[in-house]
């Protein structure tokens, strides 16, 4: 393979950032126009990767030579990065796409593409890192950049807050993340993923240190892809634009994580410990998220939590030791989560931003194409069997189920969870009849906007066949695949996860569709409807209580004394410090002194 | 063959510059000064590209020295020179601000020494870095410290400038006479003013029955002053209560040229005096403690008290009491088994390159702006990048590199020197500099969400000469440079080819 | 009683904490300048009382220290013109030189 081609896909995006927010800024037309141009192509050199062989020799270049510390500007590319980079380059590119329509009437459109190329520079950063220095970099780097992108309408203050509490809250996870690279760094004296590889398992590390190791990188994974407890930022990230919450909130960057982990999986199985440690955190943010999802009514956060809680189901797999499975479900993963994102963004920017699910409705007639494609890309990712969700969550169940039982079922509770808030989200949205003014007018976007729906659509139903998603994994990783497979169990974990999928959707269909076609309903009149009310307040008050547990540790521990606390601690002592400062020439003088007695004593008496 | 002398032909060069300068000044009818700026920014650019022809061999024996040109001390006379020159564009993007607070019977007049007066001091700062006798280090260290005196008071109808200059005139004093009584001692027991002549006789007098032996605490006790000395100087707590004030209060050329200049020569002088010591076994544990503490408090004091300041001037010297805090944890990981200095005087000298890049460029931003809102507060930077893009990008630029974003040179100046603190297993510096890296970033960016985040309170563009703007988009251009090929700056110092550090695998098992 | 090093080393020494007890605790800028001066001197003191005291080994002593004490004169006196000049100037504008007056710079 060519070496240029990497250089080309990653250096690209950089590029084309650097010239739209150098120049292009105040030609928001030029800006749109490069910045599609550079995603596109970048789709196609990924492509072109995709088929060509592996290279033979490290693409790099030296950076930072020290003598006890080697740090390459060098990009790995293998069946990982490979399918990551598909993943990355068309989710992307089709969101450039679609973005075009989206932000046609933005004011500051340049400003907007400029990002979403630096973003893509950022993730593809990720994606082809050979070492955990670069990773970090970039790493980071996707976090200013999300940043900018989620805070792109800085002048609502949510927006504001939602960026810095992103921030805020990754940096704690990428604290543990650094302090686990210096740990790995230390005992093995590298941080190129190969050589660690080749060098860590004749290095006769004691367990402790390696869980240790392992957990304090998982926490980067566990900031980046909203695990619990760091997941708050993710559902108010959604202040950001839709598209935006498709390609970082969906698609790639929250999936970042799980790559990550995936990258390192040969350390991870060193470290039992660790393993199931990610794998209950990982299940435990499935069910968790889901039921949070169940009793939002903003569109955008249902879907968010919806993330959340596949994205728990992919750390999960993780840690059974199943990488390609976690892989095999972010890469299906990613289109119909994309899809949901894009056809979410198109009935509000059809209804003038109108997000709450409850002042839509009737929608299927109006807007006919978004409705196919969003049927598609909901049934994918509730499990309807054949489409491509249905293959990728059956092989995370089907490992939990040889590994772990407790895991198994709540992983099929979450199943069922998704199918019944999926379906209330769909039903209210779509059938009935229109709530509100704004739904009423609902329209299909033009082509710009369809021509991705369709396509992901498409990609929703066919990626997750065998005979494509395999081969698109590359041979290595549907290798484990098919170890998974014949590991047993097949087919009552695929008939329990299909009953999952009728029974969850079932209940919502049941609640929502009838509840809502007559919304003044007087309920002792009609009897049938009692069996119904007693199973909604069943349910409802299970939940309520459940979700309204869950909202309380989020709102009051995880968010206001982990992530407020500790910045308004560092905060507190810099503005007494500060105190110290009185102005006065003499006390200066003095503290001078006293500073000066302090180390003569340290220094000559003690 | 150059003259043996070849080096000290650069001071010459940049005193008879002054002079002249001076001679002008005195014997010309006032009017426009900026000439006098602009003539020694080509001068000093000239010496600077000279610097790079000079011998490192000045003909004498080191032990009878007065001054040496070794690389580092090239090093630094480099650093000195672009610092000035860097400094003299500022002076003249400042010169409105200038003219209006000072007296004078017609526009411009009295200005003249404002640009005569930093290359002198440039001429000190020379002589500190090649200093090897404490006659030298003395006389070119007073030879700064006396005229910044002038140039902090340089604004003599506002109050602030006074102030400043008071404050700074007393504390500055202050330390001075520690500095002396420190060389008192040290000459006192050792009976030597020489560095290497110091190294020299130092190990005999502390063996078993020499003259000081079961006296270390009296070397001590003048090493200490003289830390205290150089610690007033590069502003480490907990001497470096003057800072803020005098930061804030100076005219923004002169805090520029402070907080590099000034913090550059004393690192290097500070470095030269602790070479004498840092090898003898029974001194060196307890310098190098204290050199941590030292270290600890001024990470811990400039990077916290520097969140909630919302001016910038006075942000940025608290930043650069941080800044110093990490230069002193280099200070503080000297290898004693080591026998050289080479993994710090590499990092402090690759870092101060990085932090002179990075702050002069925010400084520089900071004075075409200020000059436009009419204040530095960081509200007077809203919107910057709707009313000048460029120069908010330059801003962008220093502080993203201020706070040590990969590629940048601040960021490998951070990685040199928390590498040589892992090297020497110094856990508890790395983790302090780590968490207020950590704080470093939310008042950064704290200015850069307030350039392209905010609403601008005014309309009107802000312009800035060609000169600014190359000297801008030059600064940006380094920054990135030296972040992303580091070695082409590393070869210019001393190597540490030859004392390599393994870090030694953690134990397991 | 023969005077030695030791006597004069005090004597800088008491001369040293004069000055800096001087610069704690009076309030004119004037007198806390003058006193940072003693400082100084006292510091001269003692290096030409170590100067005289610590012969070398051909019976002379180390004169870089003692040409040391002339510098030290020169530049202080250097640094009181300057410094002068500067409270001359704060006195202008303020009409004071009381060290409490100036603390507009703080925080």
Not at chain 1, 212 to 239: N, R, T, Y
Not at chain 2, 109 to 119: D, I, K, R, Y
Not at chain 2, 275 to 294: C, D, E, H, N, R
Not at chain 3, 69 to 85: D, K, N, P, R, S
Request: proline share 4%; glycine share 8%.
């Amino acid at each position: 393979m060519d070496p240029h081609l990497p250089w080309f896909v990653l250096l690209n995006p950089l590029l084309t950032a650097a010239l739209i927010h150098l120049a292009l800024r105040r030609a928001p037309a030029a800006a749109t126009g490069l910045s599609v141009l550079s995603a596109v192509l970048g789709l196609i050199t990924a492509i072109g990767i995709w088929f060509s062989g592996t290279p033979s020799a490290p693409i790099e270049i030296s950076w930072i030579q020290l003598a006890s510390l080697r740090i390459p500007i060098g990009l790995l590319v293998d069946p990982l990065s490979k399918v990551m980079l598909l993943v990355v380059t068309g989710v992307g590119a089709l969101v450039h796409i679609y973005s075009t329509v989206y932000m046609a009437k933005d004011e500051s459109k340049g400003r907007f593409f400029g990002n979403l190329s630096l973003f893509m520079f950022s993730m593809l950063g990720i994606v082809l890192a050979n070492n955990f220095a670069m990773m970090f970099i970039f790493w980071e780097l996707v976090g200013v950049s999300s940043y900018l992108l989620i805070g792109h309408w800085f002048t609502r203050d949510s927006a504001a807050a939602a960026a810095n509490k992103a921030f805020l809250t990754n940096r704690i996870g990428d604290f543990g993340f650094m302090l686990g690279i210096l740990l790995l760094w230390s005992a093995s004296g590298t941080v190129v993923f190969p050589e660690l590889a080749a060098k860590i398992g004749s290095l006769n590390l004691s367990a402790g240190f390696l869980t240790a190791a392992v957990l304090l990188v998982f926490c980067g994974a566990v900031g980046k892809s909203a695990q619990l407890p760091l997941h708050v930022w993710l559902p108010d990230a959604m202040e950001g634009p839709t598209p935006v919450s498709a390609l970082i909130h969906a698609a790639t960057m929250v999936a970042a994580g799980v790559y990550m982990l995936a990258r390192i999986s040969f350390l991870i199985t060193l470290s039992p410990a660790a393993q199931s440690v990610i794998a209950w955190i990982g299940i435990l943010t499935a069910v968790f998220a889901a039921l949070l999802a169940t009793q939002q009514d903003d569109i955008k956060r249902i879907l968010a939590y919806s993330t959340l809680s596949q994205l728990g189901y992919m750390v999960s797999a993780i840690g059974l030791a199943a990488p390609g499975a976690a892989m095999f479900h972010l890469f299906t993963h990613a289109f119909f989560k994309a899809l949901l994102f894009l056809g979410a963004g198109a009935i509000i920017h059809a209804l003038h931003h109108e997000q709450n699910i409850w002042k839509m409705g009737g929608l299927a007639k109006s807007m006919r194409l978004t409705f196919l494609t969003f049927a598609l890309g909901y049934l994918a990712l509730i499990g309807c069997p054949g489409l491509s969700g249905f293959f990728s969550k059956d092989l995370i169940l089907l490992a939990a189920w040889q590994q772990s039982k407790p895991v198994f079922a709540l992983g099929l509770f979450t199943a069922l969870l998704t199918a019944f808030y999926m379906t209330r989200l769909f039903v209210v949205v779509f059938l009935g009849q229109p709530r509100s003014a704004a739904a009423e007018h609902g329209h299909d976007g033009p082509v710009a906007m369809t021509a991705p729906l369709t396509l992901l659509a498409l990609l929703s139903v066919v990626a997750g066949w065998p005979f494509i998603g395999h081969t698109l994994m590359g041979h290595d990783l549907a290798e484990g695949l098919h170890k998974i497979h014949a590991g047993g169990g097949a087919e009552t974990v695929m008939s329990l996860a299909t009953a999952a999928f009728f029974v969850g959707g079932a209940i919502a269909l049941a609640l929502y569709s009838k509840a809502k076609r007559d919304p003044l309903r007087i309920a002792p009149l009609q009897n049938k409807f009692y069996i119904d009310e007693i199973y909604a307040a069943f349910i409802s008050a299970t939940q309520d209580l459940l979700a309204s547990v869950s909202n309380w540790i989020d709102r009051w521990i995880l968010d206001g004394m982990l992530v407020r606390g500790l910045s308004g601690a560092t905060w507190g002592t810099g503005f007494l410090l500060r105190f110290l400062q009185f102005g006065n020439l003499q006390a200066y003088a003095f503290l001078f002194g006293l500073g000066v007695v302090v180390l003569i004593y340290l220094m000559a008496l003690r | 063959m150059p003259a043996p002398l070849a080096p000290l032909t650069l001071e010459i060069v940049v005193l008879l510059l002054g002079i002249v300068l001076l001679g002008f000044e005195s014997f010309s009818k006032g009017g426009d000064r900026g000439w006098m700026a602009r003539w020694s920014v080509a001068i000093l650019s000239v010496v600077f590209a000279w610097s790079f022809f000079t011998t490192g061999d000045t003909g004498v024996d080191p032990s009878h020295a007065f001054y040496c040109a070794d690389p580092l001390a090239l090093f630094f006379k480099r650093i000195a020179l672009l610092t000035t020159i860097i400094v003299m564009v500022i002076s003249l993007e400042f010169r409105p601000v200038l003219e209006k607070f000072i007296p004078g019977i017609q526009p411009g007049s009295g200005t003249g020494e404002f640009f005569a007066l930093p290359v002198f001091t440039c001429a000190g700062l020379m002589f500190m870095a090649s200093a090897v006798d404490f006659l030298l280090i003395f006389v070119a260290l007073e030879l700064v410290t006396i005229s910044f005196y002038v140039l902090v008071a340089y604004m003599r109808r506002q109050n602030a400038s006074l102030e400043a200059g008071v404050k700074y005139l007393i504390l500055g004093a202050l330390s001075t006479g520690f500095l002396v009584y420190g060389i008192t001692w040290i000459f006192g027991l050792t009976g030597e003013t020489n560095l290497a002549r110091i190294t020299q006789v130092l190990p005999s007098l502390l063996a078993e029955g020499g003259r000081l032996h079961g006296s270390e605490s009296a070397l001590l006790f003048a090493l200490m002053l003289l830390l205290i000395a150089l610690g007033f100087k590069v502003a480490a707590a907990p001497l470096q209560f003057w800072v803020p004030d005098v930061y804030q209060g100076a005219p923004t050329p002169v805090t520029a040229f402070l907080s590099v200049g000034s913090k550059a020569a004393g690192f290097i002088v500070l470095a030269r005096v602790l070479q004498t010591v840092v090898f003898l076994p029974s001194i060196a544990p307890k310098v190098l403690s204290v050199l941590g503490l030292l270290a600890v408090l001024t990470l811990l004091y400039g990077n916290l008290a520097a969140l909630p300041q919302d001016n910038l001037k006075r942000m940025l010297a608290y930043s650069s009491i941080g800044h110093a805090g990490y230069l002193l944890v280099a200070f503080a990981s000297i290898d004693p088994a080591a026998g050289n200095l080479y993994r710090t005087q590499t990092a402090i000298g690759f870092y101060l390159f990085g932090y002179l890049l990075m702050t002069l460029l925010s400084f520089l931003v900071m004075t075409v702006v200020s000059r436009h809102s009419r204040g530095d507060d960081i509200v007077h930077f809203n919107g910057l990048s709707k009313r000048s893009p460029f120069l908010a990008f330059g801003m962008l630029i220093a502080m993203l590199s201020l706070a040590g974003i990969p590629f940048t040179a601040g960021f490998y100046g951070k990685l040199l020197v928390f590498s040589t603190a892992i090297a020497r297993q110094n856990f508890l510096l790395v983790s302090v500099g780590i968490i207020t890296v950590a704080a470093g970033f939310y008042f950064y960016l704290k200015v850069v969400s307030a350039m392209y985040w905010k609403e601008p309170t005014e309309d009107q563009p802000v312009t800035a000469s060609g000169l600014t703007k190359f000297t801008v988009a030059a600064l940006c251009t380094a920054i990135f440079y030296f972040g992303i090929f580091p070695q082409s700056l590393l070869s210019m110092l001393p190597s540490d080819k030859a004392a390599p550090v393994a870090v030694s695998p953690a134990p397991h098992k | 009683m023969s005077v030695t090093l030791n006597h004069y080393l005090l004597a800088s020494g008491l001369l040293f904490a004069i000055g800096f007890s001087g610069v704690l605790l009076r309030r004119n800028i004037l007198t806390i300048f003058m006193c940072l001066e003693l400082m100084l001197n006292a510091a001269n003191l003692s290096l030409v009382a170590f100067s005289r005291f610590n012969l070398g080994p051909d019976g002379l002593p180390n004169y870089n220290a003692q040409i040391l004490v002339f510098f030290i004169i020169t530049v202080a006196a250097a640094e009181v013109a300057v410094g002068l000049a500067i409270i001359v100037a704060l006195y202008r504008a303020r009409q004071t030189t009381h060290v409490e007056d100036i603390n507009s710079l703080k925080f």
